[in-house]
Nanobody, 118 residues
């Protein structure tokens, strides 16, 4: 059974940084795209950033220049480095992955809370 486990969330002040991690486990043949989404209270879930197995990245305009997505394919792990955090970044952050296990599927983590407040 495929599992995505996130870690690294927490509460910080504006301008501070956090690093989220997401590790995929289970019977995995390959992982194509890994990504991060977020959902703030009363809002729809939105894409924050994603990264292909080849390292190509994609970012929401609201986080460009502040967030960096990366992955370690040997560890089946993706990271989201979040710098210069703002109160509007407060949300539950979810990791997702498109992978083969053995068929192509789309999997989600349980989410981790990020709170930015003064």
């Amino acid at each position: 059974q495929v599992q995505l486990v996130e870690s690294g969330g927490g509460s910080v002040h504006p301008g501070e940084s956090l690093r989220l991690s997401c590790t995929v486990s289970g019977r995995i043949f390959s992982i194509m795209t890994m990504g991060w989404h977020r959902q703030a209270p009363g809002k729809q879930r939105e894409l924050v950033a994603d990264i292909t197995d080849g390292g190509r990245t994609n970012y929401a305009d609201s986080v460009k220049g502040r967030f960096t997505v990366s992955r370690d394919n040997a560890k089946n792990t993706a990271y989201l480095q979040m710098n210069s955090l703002k109160p509007e970044d407060t949300a539950v952050y979810y990791c997702d992955a498109h992978l083969m296990s053995p068929y192509v599927g789309h999997y989600w983590g349980q989410g981790t809370q990020v709170t930015v407040s003064s």
